[in-house]
């Protein structure tokens, strides 16, 4: 059991707050990868929560790792992330205030494989087709990166 569940076990769907890591992962072509989540049918980033004893950067490398099969290469920091938009009301009931360190990884190595008990799909898509149904706790930080390129793209 994880370090979250020990603690769901205590407070139930009580909020947490939960450090995490996420990673803007940039294909060729201005491409953003993302998964389908199993948990909501919503798309989301490549990331997670953090494990006792794990710095944010490794945090972010292992979850892409088990996400997505892919060794990221050097990480660039993006920003951290907090507030009201990232409280999110999971599926299951949990309530969860997420703080989270997002990075940009634009090298990459592996087999693109999406972990499929969190994922339905995962895919690169153009920032200009993002899909509409975007996870609510990641919509903001997709939203900054957009207006990174100067206004030239909106999420749906």
Not at 18 to 37: D, F, K, T
Not at 100 to 129: C, H, M, P, S, T
Request: net charge negative.
């Amino acid at each position: 059991m994880g370090y979250i569940q020990e603690l769901r076990a205590l407070v139930g769907h009580r909020p947490l707050i939960i450090p995490g890591a996420a990673v803007l992962i940039a294909g060729q072509q201005n491409g953003l990868l993302l998964q389908q989540r199993k948990d909501n049918q919503q798309w989301g980033l490549i990331g997670g929560s953090m494990e006792v004893g794990e710095s944010l950067e490794e945090t972010a490398r292992r979850e892409a790792l088990e996400e997505t099969g892919l060794e990221l290469d050097e990480l660039e920091w993006f920003g951290l992330f907090s507030g009201q938009e990232l409280i999110y009301k999971c599926p299951n009931g949990d309530i969860v205030v997420n703080v989270v360190a997002v990075y940009i990884a634009r090298q990459f190595r592996g087999r693109l494989k999406a972990d499929e008990e969190e994922a339905n799909e995962i895919r690169f898509f153009e920032l200009r087709e993002l899909p509409k149904n975007l996870s609510p706790p990641d919509r903001p930080v997709i939203e900054q990166y957009l207006r990174s390129f100067n206004g030239s793209y909106s999420a749906g």
